[in-house]
């Protein structure tokens, strides 16, 4: 199991950015796959992106493809999603998962350790 924190939610005017961090404790951070997901009011929980434990693969959801930028620091268990050109549809609590099993998996049902969120909101 892992513990995660996340930080560097705000509110932030369209067009601007942000980056999200992501501590985790542990020995064997470099194990875990890790997802960034999101999930704004009334609607469903949504994957935003997705690194491999190496941090040589990554993958993103359409509607961010080209403004965020997942990546990790495995040096300091820790990883990132950068965000620019925020629109208010990106609006949402961001929560970083841990998969043990390194499934490299846009589903967040794979993902048993979850920080507690941090909340972006975009103002229009």
């Known amino acids: 199991q892992v513990q995660l924190v996340e930080s560097g939610g705000g509110l932030v005017q369209a067009g601007g950015s942000l980056r999200l961090s992501c501590a985790a404790s542990?020995?064997?951070?470099?194990?875990?796959?890790m997802g960034w997901f999101r999930q704004a009011p009334g609607k469903e929980r949504e994957f935003v992106a997705v690194?491999?434990?190496?941090?040589?693969?990554?993958t993103y959801a359409d509607s961010v493809k080209g403004r965020f930028t997942i990546s990790r620091n495995n040096a300091n268990n820790t990883v990132y999603l950068q965000m620019y050109s925020l629109q208010p549809e990106d609006t949402a609590v961001y929560s970083c998962?841990?998969?043990?099993?390194?499934?490299?998996?846009?589903?967040?049902?794979?993902?048993?350790?979850w920080g507690q969120g941090t909340q972006v909101t975009v103002s229009s």
């Open positions: 998962a841990a998969d043990y099993f390194n499934r490299y998996s846009s589903n967040w049902r794979l993902y048993l350790d």
């Open positions: 690194i491999s434990g190496s941090g040589s693969s990554t």
């Open positions: 542990g020995r064997t951070f470099s194990r875990y796959s």
